[in-house]
């Protein structure tokens, strides 16, 4: 919405409406190669998604023994 004058004016009407349809064709095809979780638990899900690390928050360091 606002990116839409700034674009228009670098890569006209043609670039602008192109590179829409671009990123649009681009989140068409992650949904066809990501997967999907439906219906599976979280102790159903793959040890590699769970492996990201979560920050450790000030309370839960107050917690910890």
């Not at 192109?18 to 999907?36: C, H």
Request: glycine share 6%.
């Amino acid at each position: 919405m606002f990116l839409f004058p700034v674009l228009n004016s670098s890569l006209g009407l043609r670039g602008t409406l192109l590179l829409t349809a671009g990123v649009s064709v681009a989140g068409m095809a992650l949904t066809f190669v990501l997967p999907e979780p439906a219906r599976r638990s979280l102790e159903d899900m793959p040890a590699s998604t769970k492996a990201i690390p979560q920050p450790l928050r000030v309370a839960d360091q107050a917690l910890s023994p």
